[in-house]
């Protein structure tokens, strides 16, 4: 029976059945959350052929099934995870939701000898600008500063 890809944007809070050819671009460490008692979590983060990026995390028991299984830069067809509205803090790019790995979900390796290329994205903010990000509560990675960029020809 052929299968339907969906995209990562097609996947909203409720969808049932769906399944997504992803990529996984960041395999996270093991963290606590700060609740009282803290919980083990893991956090991945996933894109689609479309370059839709979708945060993805697990927790407790099933941290130690997928992360060995979740290897950065491999695809995997990823079904029926719990779709659920992304805290601010954690969202990616426009997609307003994240998925939670656990016994339901569905991981099937993609095979191809050779794994596609990332898109290469680079996000520029001007120096000027980011105190903006010094108060807020959106977390900002800071790669590297261009001190002199020559002219767009």
């Not at 830069?73 to 079904?79: C, D, I, K, T």
């Not at 029926?80 to 939670?100: C, F």
Request: proline letters at 7%; charged letters at 20%; glycine letters at 4%.
């Amino acid at each position: 029976m052929p299968r339907h890809i969906s995209s990562v944007l097609d996947i909203q809070k409720g969808a049932e059945k769906w399944t997504v050819l992803a990529q996984v671009i960041h395999r996270g460490h093991n963290q606590l959350t700060r609740e009282v008692p803290p919980r083990r979590i893991m956090r991945f983060l996933l894109t689609d052929t479309e370059g839709t990026k979708v945060s993805v995390v697990t927790y407790e028991q099933h941290i130690k099934i997928f992360s060995k299984f979740l290897q950065p830069y491999q695809r995997y067809y990823v079904s029926n995870a719990i779709v659920a509205p992304a805290d601010p803090t954690y969202r990616v790019g426009s997609y307003e939701s994240s998925w939670i790995l656990n016994y339901k979900t569905l991981i099937e390796n993609y095979a191809e000898p050779v794994p596609p290329m990332l898109p290469c994205v680079f996000e520029l903010t001007n120096f000027s600008d980011l105190h903006k990000y010094a108060d807020s509560d959106n977390l900002c990675n800071i790669r590297g500063f261009v001190i002199h960029a020559f002219p767009v020809k």
